[in-house]
């Protein structure tokens, strides 16, 4: 068992820094956020936060761009260049191929960092989760052995620099109050024919719901508190996979939307520590639950059962399948359709008063994974009862973010001779189609 900390008669905490990382436990020596979730429901407690110092004032915050480009001429016609190697780490050396300009430089966010930007992450990331400056500090020199381990006021430049991206900042305060660090996210490890990690930041959801707009989801947290406990993994042995559809929805009526979103940034900007390709998606999960203001899951595992789509058909009157029949990878042709179909949602957000559904995809503008997305939404439609009229789904990488209605798949409305226009927020007016077309604007 973990001892309490030691108290004053006043509540304050006189137990000295050291020793944090062995206090921590499980929590501190993984190397995912929170503890996962064992099968008998015993968690290790943590003691409470110490509250932070005061942070050293920092000259300049991160810029807010969605790429990179030459901090000489502001040119993006440049390519790879080999890496330079630094005291803990090789950094990546681009060629400006701008004529006037052929100068060799590095990503303005690495530039004369003495730490890696790993380590600059994961120090962020675990203050986000409810840890002091000095726990935060120690933690990242047990996990980081080879690299000498920050001081608590180089912690705070980097949390102050990083503060216009890494929004969940702004919520921390009231999230340390409602749960401490090894419960703000629950982590469940899921054996559904390979592995998945499906993280649930508890008060994140708490707090959004908050919000007037965002008050109707008390479905969608209901089954989010019980993926852990609940889930039936045989389905996710036995249903096929909603990814390997080849079925095609009819197109009439939709259109994706093109747009700079703010996943884009944090993409660009965690993509930058990750090596290993492999990685890029377990990454990108981990920074944006704990640093993003709106993301509240990873990796949630979905399914929708045969005698689902034939009510949503025959009661909704939605059009999904084709007569009953469903196409999957491998298959010459179209077989009957199967009594399950499952899936695991990269990530989930609430956000003005939609639920997101995201899918994060390298070369996003080469992918259409409409389908996909589409089955996830109905899919989690029908687990938590909420409206397809309140999702929203979208594909994004770290340049290109595409969005759509996946109501506007399955629901088609009545003929008309009048041509239906779409008007946005920036002013822009699209044309609905009235074919069975993709149409990016």
Not at 35 to 49: A, I
Not at 309 to 323: C, G
Request: glycine letters at 4%; proline letters at 5%; a positive charge.
């Amino acid at each position: 068992m973990i001892e309490k900390s030691a108290k004053d008669n006043k509540g304050v905490d006189k137990r000295p820094a050291a020793g944090v990382a062995e206090r921590f436990g499980r929590f501190i020596s993984d190397a995912v956020f929170g503890p996962e979730r064992k099968k008998d429901g015993l968690n290790v407690p943590v003691p409470e936060v110490a509250s932070a110092p005061a942070a050293l004032p920092v000259a300049a915050r991160a810029t807010m761009t969605t790429g990179t480009v030459c901090p000489y001429c502001n040119s993006t016609d440049f390519v790879k260049r080999g890496t330079r190697q630094k005291k803990h780490e090789a950094v990546q050396l681009y060629l400006c191929r701008n004529t006037e300009c052929g100068r060799t430089f590095t990503a303005e966010r690495v530039k004369g960092k003495r730490f890696p930007l790993n380590v600059i992450l994961e120090g962020i990331s675990y203050y986000n989760l409810g840890l002091s400056l000095e726990q935060t500090c120690e933690f990242l020199g047990k996990k980081f052995p080879e690299v000498t381990a920050p001081i608590p006021a180089t912690l705070s430049s980097w949390i102050e620099e990083y503060k216009e991206i890494c929004r969940f900042e702004r919520m921390r305060p009231y999230a340390i109050k409602l749960f401490p660090p090894a419960k703000m996210i629950e982590v469940t490890t899921m054996a559904h024919r390979q592995l998945y990690r499906f993280r649930y930041h508890r008060a994140k959801t708490l707090l959004s719901m908050e919000e007037f707009k965002n008050r109707r989801f008390g479905r969608l947290k209901e089954y989010l508190d019980n993926v852990s406990a609940e889930t039936p993994h045989q389905y996710f042995q036995d249903g096929e996979r909603m990814s390997e559809i080849r079925s095609k929805f009819d197109k009439t009526d939709m259109i994706v939307k093109s747009k700079s979103n703010y996943a884009n940034k944090l993409a660009e900007f965690v993509l930058r520590s990750v090596a290993d390709n492999q990685a890029r998606h377990d990454a990108l999960q981990r920074f944006m639950i704990a640093n993003d203001s709106v993301t509240i899951a990873t990796e949630v595992p979905v399914y929708i059962r045969r005698e689902d789509v034939e009510h949503m058909e025959n009661e909704l009157k939605f059009r999904i399948t084709n007569d009953g029949l469903l196409e999957l990878k491998g298959d010459k042709q179209a077989q009957r359709f199967p009594k399950l179909l499952t899936g695991h949602i990269d990530i989930v957000q609430i956000r003005n008063g939609m639920v997101h559904i995201l899918d994060y995809k390298p070369n996003a503008s080469k992918e259409k994974p409409i389908e996909q997305l589409t089955w996830y939404a109905l899919a989690l439609s029908r687990l938590t009862g909420l409206r397809l009229f309140e999702f929203k789904c979208a594909w994004f990488d770290d340049k290109d973010f595409y969005e759509f209605y996946p109501l506007h798949i399955v629901k088609k409305l009545q003929p008309s001779k009048r041509a239906r226009k779409v008007r946005y927020r920036d002013g822009s007016v699209a044309a609905v189609p009235r074919s069975d077309e993709l149409v990016i604007t």
